[in-house]
């Protein structure tokens, strides 16, 4: 049973306790017809040139991995960025139309979309509302190269989709070799080797996929980058990226600790925190966007080189990770 539990909303001018035990948390959804855009200039990356554009058709993710950094998002909407994020769930219904709109007076200036970074765009929810299928096929309309990053399986129901596009790629989010690894950061996630198997059907059907191993925990799962690695390679991913956890703000960082302090013991908590402190120059918050994704000692440096190195010893093609070059223009509030 899960317990509403969020941390104080800092857009909020007073935040609430529970005198006693919270009440359990409910799956809520709310369908958000006033949408206006659904395309988002996200930031500058040095990946894939240039800027990174971004599609979602929902807000809130029901996958609940502690250490999302979409989780502040909900907090513009007055909602908490804990239990709030995971269950109270926005549907954009009319994001396929809009994008067809806005694709028809931008379509010259959009070199890429990106379908991930508020939500994952194949939560369970996409499999009755199609949206990003429909968004999808839109894209393959108007040939605009794409990339989804998911944690889903569900995604394989779109290989015919997948296959229209322009130009598209698949990578699926997988910090961790093993479900006893994931469980206490992405309890409501499919296991690690129900992606896997998902990778190798598209692989199969002759689609370009990719590992994205973010985050790297520190003091975590930096072992598993081998494994994460060799297991994408035979499940035919041709593609691989890394980044450093980072937890973007207060709220996100309260509710990752106290889901640690919740999960794991408290010697292995408290090796996390010593590591990534280290990492982060004596906080657990990052001192600049341009830090956000690396870390600071020497020991980071042997993670980047590990990575590197099975990346080539295994042949994975344009390995380099997307890094943001500058803050976020648009990311938010004007995400969605
Ligand atoms: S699947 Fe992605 S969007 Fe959803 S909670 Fe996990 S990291 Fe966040």
């Known amino acids: 049973m899960r317990h509403v539990k969020n941390p104080p909303n800092p857009y909020d001018r007073y935040s609430a306790e529970y005198v006693g035990e ?11 017809t006033a949408t206006k855009k659904v395309i988002t200039k996200a930031f500058a990356s040095d990946w894939e040139g240039g800027w990174r554009y971004t599609v979602n058709c929902y807000r809130g993710c029901v996958h609940g991995c502690t250490y999302c950094f979409a989780r502040q998002y909900h907090e513009f909407l007055g909602y908490g960025a804990g239990t709030d994020f995971e269950t109270k769930i926005v549907v954009k219904p009319n994001a396929p139309q809009i ?53 889903s399986p569900l995604v394989t129901r779109d290989i015919d989709v997948l296959l229209k596009q322009s130009k598209v790629s698949v ?17 409501y996630t499919p ?4 992606r896997f198997r998902a990778m190798k059907k598209l692989s199969d059907a002759g689609i370009t996929t ?37 937890l973007d703000t207060d709220s996100i960082e309260d509710y990752f600790v106290q889901k640690m302090n919740e999960r794991l013991t ?7 925190i010593n590591t990534i402190k280290r990492e982060r120059g004596g906080t657990l918050r990052h001192r600049s966007y341009k830090e956000r994704g690396t870390g600071m000692t020497e020991q980071w440096e042997v993670t980047q080189k590990l990575f590197d190195f099975h990346v080539r010893r295994l042949g994975f093609k344009g390995h380099e990770a997307p890094k943001p070059l500058e803050e976020p223009v648009s990311v938010q509030p004007n995400l969605f």
């Open 22 to 32: 919270p009440p359990p948390t409910k799956l809520e959804v709310f369908e958000e």
């Open 99 to 151: 994008l067809r709109e806005e694709l028809k007076k931008t379509r010259d200036k959009m070199p890429h979309l990106d379908f991930s970074f508020a939500t994952d765009p194949y939560i369970p929810l996409e499999a009755e509302y199609k949206l990003t299928r429909q968004c999808l096929e839109v894209c393959a309309e108007f040939r605009v190269p794409t990339a989804v990053i998911t944690k």
């Open 171 to 187: 990578f699926f989010s997988m910090p961790f070799l093993t479900k006893e690894k994931s469980n206490p950061f992405e309890p």
């Open 191 to 194: 296991v690690p080797e129900a």
């Open 210 to 246: 990719g590992i994205g191993i973010a985050p790297v925990i520190p003091g975590y799962n930096e072992p598993d980058i081998p494994g994460l690695l060799e297991r994408a390679k035979e499940c035919g991913a041709s593609r691989a990226f890394m980044s450093m956890l980072h």
């Open 266 to 272: 408290a010697s292995r908590v408290s090796r996390i």
